[in-house]
Every structure is written in structure tokens, then in C-alpha cells.
């Protein structure tokens, strides 16, 4: 090929460049169209594939839209209530947070029926029988939720002792139904079990004890028994319950001693309760009653 031939190709092809590139302006102008590199500027996550969808943008949508957010909780939401659901009387009276008393709830009736409440009970109906639950320290210093059943003429003096006795963290082991010990005040007692309402008559005797009435109550027994002198005139002293025999010597110092200066005491008799420590024939250091009008 000669030169004169180079060059009129070369021009040809210059010429042909010119006008395609004219072609695709004017292409871009009237159409007002991006190539793929501009698309591909503006939107890289799509184009190249590095961005993922925000699940949290999605929420974000106008719920008359999109239908609203779905979460895994509304999902997997159950369609029944629990089986468990605590009865809450609607008498219940809330003297604190945590301290309460209440008329006798079904499930409470059933649990006490035939032990702590025999079937034929005709001195005190259900009615006149409160629940009551508190709070208190026991003797390692750890907050534990106690339960009681009372005369409801004690109920409000009750919340109030135990409550004081609380807040100035005096140390009661356990507070239990008596229906736990299967109505056996002597077991509860060597359990150093604090506890209240029990038919029942006084230990060694056919006379009706005032825990029947729900008008006495038994504070830390073991460290504070029951002490009978010259019992049944054999001159011997009877204590109960076994084992607490040296809790009997009040003269001693020990933990959880009820006295006159204990602050258990103090409450009980501001609120009007008989210590059986005053007895003469018998010391029950226990045991606190109360005479119900």
C-alpha cells in the first residue's frame, strides 16, 4: 500500500470516529440517559453488589403501607394465657410493699381444710381468718417471704410488727404455715418455725389453745420455749420442744432471746398482746396472744 492510500484511510477512519461520537451525544442529550458507569457511580451497592438490605429501614416504612414492622416476638407470641396464674383477692389490703393481708382465697381454703382447719370446725369460720404475707430477715441475713393465717382482728397489728421488725432486721429462721408441718405444732416448733392459726388445744391439755382463734402467735419457738413447772404436780418441768432445754435458763445470753428488751417485745405489747413470758405457772417465751372483741 502506497502513502497515498495510508492517508485516505486514515482520514476515513477519523471521520468515521467524529461521527460516531457526535451520534452519541446527541443519543445522550435528547434521551437524557447515564451510561453504566455513571449509573454505576451513583449506585454501587447495586451495581457491584457490596451493600445488603437495612432490615431497620424496612421497619421504617409508613406502617399503612408496608403493613408495619414484624418482629420474632409478635410471631412467636403464645395464644393461651399460663396455667399458673396467681389468685389476687380483691379485698386484699397492702400495708407495705411486700406485706399484706387478705380474706381466704380458695386455693388457701383447700391447703389448710382437714389439717390446720379440721372439717368440723365450729368455733371460727373461714371469714374470720386472714392470709398475710411479709417480709423478714432470716438468720443469714437474707430477705425471705413469709406466710401466716391470723384472726383478721390481729391482721392490720401483724403487718404493722412485722413490718417494723423488717425494716429493723430482726431475724426470724422461717415462716411457714403450719399446714407444712401437716398441722404439728410440735414439729414446728423444733423447726424453729414462726407460725399463727392452728385448731389445735394447748400442748398437754384438752383446752382449747388461742391459736384456734387465730389470736396467738409463736415467734423463733426453739429459742423460746415452752416451759411448764411441777407439771401435773410430779415436780418436774416439762419444755418443749426437745432439744431446747438450755434455751430455758433465761438468765443466759443467747441469739434470738425474747425478753423485755427485745425489740419483738416492745412491738407485740404496744399493740396490746400478752407475753407468755409473764405467766407464772407455766413460761411459754413465744408465744404472744391477743384478746379479740
Given amino acids: ?26 443519543v445522550r442529550t435528547l434521551a437524557d440517559s447515564e451510561t453504566l458507569s455513571d449509573y454505576a457511580a451513583k449506585n454501587p451497592e447495586q451495581a457491584y453488589g457490596t451493600g445488603k438490605e437495612n432490615i431497620n429501614d424496612r421497619e421504617k416504612e409508613d406502617p399503612e403501607e408496608s403493613g408495619g414492622p414484624v418482629s420474632m416476638a409478635e410471631n412467636t407470641k403464645p395464644d393461651t394465657q399460663p396455667d399458673d396464674i396467681i389468685e389476687i383477692s380483691p379485698d386484699r389490703i397492702v400495708y407495705q410493699e411486700g406485706f399484706y393481708y387478705e380474706p381466704l382465697t380458695e386455693s388457701v381454703k383447700n391447703k389448710i381444710t382437714g389439717i390446720s382447719y379440721p372439717v368440723t370446725v365450729k368455733e371460727i369460720s373461714y371469714d374470720e381468718l386472714r392470709y398475710l404475707s411479709v417480709l423478714h430477715y432470716d438468720f443469714n441475713g437474707e430477705v425471705q417471704t413469709g406466710e401466716l393465717i391470723c384472726n383478721q382482728g390481729i391482721a392490720e397489728d401483724l403487718a404493722e410488727i412485722f413490718y417494723e421488725l423488717y425494716v429493723n432486721e430482726y431475724r426470724i429462721e422461717k415462716i411457714r404455715l403450719i399446714d407444712e408441718y401437716q398441722g404439728d ?11 399463727c392459726f392452728n385448731y389445735r388445744v394447748v400442748d398437754g391439755t384438752t383446752n382449747l389453745s388461742k391459736h384456734a382463734l387465730g389470736c396467738a402467735i409463736d415467734i423463733n419457738p426453739f429459742y423460746n420455749p415452752y416451759v411448764v413447772f411441777n407439771k401435773e404436780g410430779s415436780g418436774e418441768t416439762y419444755i418443749s420442744p426437745a432439744g431446747s432445754e438450755i434455751y ?3 438468765s443466759k445470753d443467747f441469739p434470738y432471746k425474747i425478753d423485755e428488751n427485745d425489740l419483738c417485745y416492745k412491738l407485740f405489747t404496744e399493740h396490746g398482746f400478752i407475753w407468755g413470758g409473764h405467766w407464772n405457772s407455766s413460761k411459754d417465751y413465744q408465744h404472744f396472744q391477743k384478746v379479740v372483741e
Fill in 1 to 26: 500500500m502506497n502513502n497515498q492510500s495510508l492517508k485516505q484511510l486514515l482520514r476515513t477512519l477519523f471521520a468515521l470516529t467524529v461521527f460516531i461520537i457526535i451520534c452519541g451525544f446527541l
Fill in 185 to 195: 405444732d410440735t414439729a414446728s416448733m423444733a423447726d424453729n418455725n414462726t407460725s
Fill in 248 to 250: 430455758a435458763d433465761r
